[in-house]
């Protein structure tokens, strides 16, 4: 399922983020950047060490990546050049604040992908996993606050895709498309 803002491609495919051939994949990471489970241990052990490393620099000046913020290093040897982290926020009800942080790590991301010429950027569905945020929800913050920053942003990167890795999560994020986008 594909659909354009303004020059970017938006595309929603179903598969394996470790897989995309773009210049730069998002990682649903956590503020400590140490390796976890999920979609993130997927992408360490395909990358293999240097992300560790550059992840373990990152740790050592900055202590990490707090919620809503990202950062980003090489993708080792991943197909993408870079990766970038982000920490997404643990459901906790839906008050306290989720939207917003959810909304700031697709735009944090999609920064830096501007900041470091990166023409195309694979995302994953952050927060849906081990975070709780439930699918549809987190679809919707995730495709306006990608609109947002196409609108506002004229360097955005020309492709944009979401990666779902389940059935239940590409058919939210399709869901999510025609509602946001109206098609
Ligand atoms: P979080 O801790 O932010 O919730 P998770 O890694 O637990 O992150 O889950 C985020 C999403 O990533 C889930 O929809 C999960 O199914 C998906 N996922 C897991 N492995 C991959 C992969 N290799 N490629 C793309 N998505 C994946």
Known sequence: MKTQVRQTDLELIQGDITKADVDAIVNAANSQL???G????????????QIEQACAEIRKREGGCPTGKAVITIGGNLPAKYVIHTAGPVWAGGDSGESELLASCYQSSLRLAVENSVQSVAFPSISTGIYGYPTEKAAVVALTAIEEFVKQDSAAPAIIQFILFDDATYTGYADALSSVFGK
Not at 38 to 49: P, S
């Open 34 to 36: 140490i390796g976890g």
């Open 38 to 49: 999920g979609v993130d241990g997927a992408i360490r052990r395909a990358g293999g060490d």
